[in-house]
């Protein structure tokens, strides 16, 4: 467990690259349209990070309990995020009971998480309970055969659609080389916890079994050129 935290507190000082990045950025706008779209107006970001749902969401109108297991996400999170009526902190750890008096929310986000939750059906039954009557679950994950070439290439390709976009990639080429080097180093790590068995990929076809075994009624999508999946599931 030493090991694993003190790998994402490594990764919360590279973690902001994916703010660069033209596939995450519009994954969470994505997910903060349809939030917004359902008049959501309390969200739990579940395994938060550095809080880059909550600060590209900064201008809705929307409020988030951001959760994580990592002192050090949080603490950028609440440097990115000042804003305390607007966003509330918690440290989580998702294999443990939610802590009490978490109140109920309108929508729940879990991006790029489950694969560090041991017991996946006590982990959304927990998360059902805290969700009110008609909201909504919001879970992205990447496929076992995830490939970060294959987002970095939709990143280059919507980056040149942009006006002046060669320019925009060679400058993010620049500023970001270092941290971008270490998020890959961080990666492989953490793709070192997959083939140990410790981070299981969880595949859609059992996240939208489980949710609709809770009552919910699942639509499947995909995400990051395809690399990730996001399952809503709605009551
Ligand atoms: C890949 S990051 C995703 C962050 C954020 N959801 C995003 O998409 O930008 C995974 C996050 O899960 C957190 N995490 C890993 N294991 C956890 C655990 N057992 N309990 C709570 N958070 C955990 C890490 O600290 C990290 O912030």
Redesign the pocket.
Same mark, same amino acid.
């Given at each position: 467990m030493f090991f694993?935290?003190f790998l994402? =507190?490594i990764?919360?000082f590279c973690?902001d690259v994916?703010l660069f990045s033209a596939p995450?950025r519009a994954m969470?706008k994505t997910i903060l349209e349809k939030i917004d779209g359902e008049g959501s107006s309390l969200v739990l970001? $579940? &395994?938060? &990070?550095? &809080?880059?749902?909550e600060f590209l969401g900064r201008n809705r109108s929307v409020k988030f309990i951001a959760?994580?297991? =990592?002192r050090s996400?949080l603490a950028i999170l609440r440097l990115k995020n000042p804003n305390r009526s607007k966003v509330e902190t918690i440290l989580?750890? $998702?294999?443990?009971e939610l802590p009490a008096g978490v109140v109920r929310v309108d929508a729940i986000?879990? $991006?790029? $998480?489950i694969f560090?939750?041991t017991d996946l059906e006590r982990f959304l039954r927990q998360m059902s309970k805290t969700l009110k009557e008609s909201g909504s679950i919001f879970i992205?994950s990447p496929r076992s055969s995830f490939s970060i070439r294959m987002i970095a290439s939709e990143h280059v390709r919507m980056t040149m659609a942009r006006p002046f976009g060669i320019f925009i990639l060679a400058i993010q080429i620049i500023v970001l080389a270092i941290p971008l080097l270490l998020l890959l180093v961080v990666n492989l790590l953490?793709e070192t916890l997959f083939s140990s068995d410790q981070y299981v990929y969880f595949s859609e076809g059992t996240v939208q079994d489980l949710l609709q075994k809770l009552g919910y009624s699942v639509t499947v999508n995909d995400v990051l050129a395809g690399q990730e999946y996001m399952v809503i599931g709605r009551r």
């Open positions: 694993k935290k994402w =507190s990764y919360s973690y994916i995450h969470f970001d $579940v &395994g938060a &990070g550095t &809080g880059n749902l959760t994580d297991f =990592s996400m989580w750890n $998702v294999n443990c986000v879990c $991006v790029n $998480v560090t939750v992205v953490i």
